[in-house]
């Protein structure tokens, strides 16, 4: 059974940093490109957004432009664990976050992930 557990999240003030941490088991992570989507309250689940994507081996990263210098997305193939640091932090950023895995690498379009972990609420204050 694939499992995706994250955590980190809380409430952090706008300027602020938190590390939102996903470990999965069950899988054979090494092969899986992974990803952060955010979910905004009000918003449906198609409404996911994606924040950054790391590729087998992390050769290669993405990131959503609003991120772009803020977040840094990393992974640890040994502890099957995937990262999320985020640094100066904005209100917008307030969401619940969601790790996810795909084994195709095609695209970071929600609906093409394999696999979800169970989400993390980052609020960030004024």
């Known amino acids: 059974q694939v499992q995706l557990v994250e955590s980190g999240g809380g409430l952090v003030q706008a300027g602020g940093s938190l590390r939102l941490t996903c470990a999965a088991s069950?899988?054979?992570?090494?092969?899986?490109?992974m990803g952060w989507f955010r979910q905004r309250v009000g918003k449906e689940r198609e409404e996911r957004e994606f924040?950054?994507?790391?590729?087998?081996?992390?050769?290669?990263?993405y990131y959503q432009d609003s991120v772009k210098g803020r977040f840094t997305i990393s992974r640890d193939d040994a502890k099957n664990t995937v990262y999320l640091q985020m640094n100066s932090l904005e209100s917008e950023d307030t969401a619940v976050y969601y790790c996810?895995?795909?084994?195709?690498?095609?695209?970071?379009?929600?609906?093409?992930?394999?696999?979800w972990g169970q989400g993390t609420l980052v609020t960030v204050s004024p």
């Open positions: 996810a895995a795909d084994w195709s690498g095609h695209s970071w379009l929600s609906s093409e992930m394999d696999y």
């Open positions: 069950g899988l054979s992570f090494r092969f899986y490109h």
């Open positions: 924040v950054a994507g790391i590729s087998t081996s992390g050769s290669s990263t």
